[in-house]
């Protein structure tokens, strides 16, 4: 018996996928994807205190934040696919009701760095959008998708 009479706290089975190491844990209380829930915010703060100048251009924080929101939904798409790749494989999810994943539309090249940007960010409003879809098929599986664990270094 631990010390003062605690039970040991109940062991949850969860697993990582992908190279971030994104944790994914079956049979949660708090099912879905949980870095969706704030990814939108984080441009819109960035856009609020730091407003289009007067040539109507997003300032270099609000592109500096969209290429951070880009890279951070394509991580979270990726842990997504492989998340239900995972799932089928262990009987979690029938193969048919896995979504396809998300198109990767190529961007045009022949742009500017800042319309570049701006593509850049579309695409990653747009995959989003296929995160919602997959964070209803967890919340209905019961299966959260959660951060990487931080790194002690």
Not at 71 to 81: G, I, M
Not at 126 to 133: F, G, K
Request: some cysteine.
């Amino acid at each position: 018996m631990p010390l003062f009479g605690r039970r040991p706290a109940a062991q949850q089975e969860w697993f990582t996928v992908g190279a971030q190491g994104h944790r994914v844990l079956p049979g949660s209380p708090r099912p879905g994807i949980e870095p969706l829930e704030s990814l939108g915010e984080y441009v819109e703060a960035i856009s609020v205190r730091r407003p289009p100048g007067p040539d109507g251009r997003d300032s270099i924080a609000v592109l500096n934040a969209k290429m951070d929101h880009a890279d951070t939904v394509n991580d979270l798409v990726a842990a997504a696919v492989l998340t239900c790749e995972e799932l089928v494989e262990r009987g979690l999810l029938d193969k048919e009701k896995a979504p396809p994943p998300p198109p990767h539309q190529p961007l045009r090249r022949d742009t500017t760095t800042y319309e570049y940007i701006q593509q850049l960010h579309e695409r990653a409003v747009e995959r989003r959008a296929w995160l919602e879809d997959v964070d209803g098929l967890l919340r209905a599986r019961r299966v959260s998708l959660l951060a990487p664990l931080p790194v002690e270094g």
